[in-house]
């Protein structure tokens, strides 16, 4: 809890013990178990790290990065991975205290396909494409768009969970441990377009690789191919693709609620378009400096189960705002930020078209 609670805050093991006075070594022998804190340590760590002294006495597991991430994570430095890393436990902690009393309704699940023993509709091996037209068949879902990705996520066991990750290299993680929703970290600075884009990508890695790991690059591409297939279904875009260009992309993505760069690399991908045309579209996205942000968002999709846990133990359960921080191993102040529910909406910047000459 020591190391969750120091990593949370964005801080070195040395920052900290400058922070309490304390020497680096005798920081390092608690957080390892070497030596026992006394009382008056873990109240100066309450007060330098803004967690209630019960925070550090909680029981639990912390989970790292799952091993499907590898690739992303060695873009990052230790200390934003750590922050990462520790606002996910500590978010998972929160849902697994208010999911004690909180009945989940019954409805889909997420399922688990090992990939070794599936078989497909046909003696073939089966695609990504195969993959997730059984999911939405699975799931009912109607031919065209998904028209809420987050809704449909936390009504098939899920939930997601906005977080402030620090950087953009991450637009979600997530996690599926026994016991437990599969949950969904999402960084609430990126655009609702990519966020649709990143929930199916984590599904497909929560569906296919919890039962059957391989190479991170392998696991990735795969995600990122069952993304595609799951927002975009090849026999519909297919029709609406025969002819390319960022007028026919633009109205594309008003009715699917993707990012163009989606569409285009799901055209790549089925053959609907050649290299060149797929060269010349990222030239232009990049001169046009959509590549880290398009204009023209879909609508916000506001996460809505972790609020409805947080809401039925305030009206249900009668807890106070305090008595709910104290649950949750919080202070008052800082369970506002995390849980009024401004907090939990995921937030676009305003953006807007540029004319082209």
Known sequence: MLTLARESRGLTQGALSDLVNVGQGTVSKYENGISEPPDS????????????????????????????????????????????????????????????????????????IDLDEYQGRSLRAASMDDYAR?????????????????????????IVIPCEFGTDLLDAMSQRIDGMPVLFFVNTNSPTDRVRYTLAHELAHMILHTATLKDDED????????????????QEIRVQLRRFDLHRLANMKAHW????????????????????????????????????REPNPPPKE????????????????????????????????????????????????????????
């Open 257 to 292: 609620k993707v990012s163009m760069q989606a569409i285009a690399t799901r055209a790549s991908r089925l053959g609907l378009i050649t290299p060149h045309q797929s060269k010349m579209f990222w030239i232009e996205m990049g001169k046009l400096g959509y590549r880290k």
């Open 219 to 234: 696991m990735e591409d795969e995600a990122d191919q069952f993304a595609g297939a799951f927002l975009l279904p090849e």
């Open 134 to 158: 059984s999911v939405r068949e699975a799931w009912m879902l109607p031919n065209g768009p998904i028209e809420n990705m987050v809704e449909l996520i936390e009504r098939s066991g899920g």
């Open 41 to 112: 340590f873990v109240s100066e760590l309450s007060r330098a790290l803004g967690y209630p002294v019960s925070f550090f006495h909680q029981q639990g597991q912390a989970y790292g990065f799952p091993p499907f991430h590898y690739r992303r994570r060695k873009k990052l430095s230790a200390k934003a991975l750590g922050r990462i890393v520790a606002e996910m436990n500590i978010r998972r902690m929160h849902v697994s205290r208010l999911a004690v009393a909180y009945k989940f309704a019954e409805g889909f699940t997420i399922p688990e």
């Open 302 to 357: 506001a996460p809505k189960l972790l609020q409805r846990m947080v809401d039925f133990h305030r009206k249900r359960l009668g807890y106070s705002d305090a008595e709910l921080a104290d649950l949750l191993r919080l202070s008052e102040t800082e369970f506002q930020s995390m849980y009024a529910p401004n907090a939990l909406i995921l937030d676009d910047s305003p953006q807007y078209l540029r004319r082209v000459k």
